[in-house]
């Protein structure tokens, strides 16, 4: 059974720091597709950041130069460090990992259909 658990969540002003962590369990991470997602209340949920098997990332434009993510894959745990917070940042951040051909969510070349249950970010100003 595949699980992916994040945690690293929080409140902080703005100009600070946070980094996310997300452990897999049943699933080696480092051979997929991973990528970290977030939602603000009423909002859609957006890619943030992704990194591929290859080790190749990317990231939306509004973390570009502030948010960096990376994998250890002796952890088999993902992370995603979080600088320069910004109120907009304010989200549910969740994990996510590819499940396969029948993954409904798409982002930078990738496909997700395993999920975390997502760690609260608030940045206040």
């Known amino acids: 059974q595949v699980q992916l658990v994040e945690s690293g969540g929080g409140s902080v002003q703005a100009g600070g720091s946070l980094r996310l962590s997300c452990a897999a369990s049943g699933y080696t991470s480092s051979s997929n597709c991973m990528a970290w997602f977030r939602q603000a209340p009423g909002k859609l949920r957006v890619g943030v950041a992704v990194?591929?098997?290859?080790?190749?990332?990317s990231y939306a434009d509004s973390v570009k130069g502030r948010f960096t993510i990376s994998q250890d894959n002796a952890k088999n745990t993902l992370y995603l460090q979080m600088n320069s917070l910004k109120p907009e940042d304010t989200a549910m951040y969740y994990c996510?990992?590819?499940?396969?051909?029948?993954?409904?969510?798409?982002?930078?070349?990738?496909?997700?259909?395993?999920w975390g249950q997502g760690t609260q970010v608030t940045v206040s100003s």
């Open positions: 990194i591929r098997p290859d080790g190749t990332t």
């Open positions: 996510a990992g590819r499940a396969g051909p029948y993954d409904k969510t798409w982002y930078a070349g990738c496909t997700f259909g395993y």
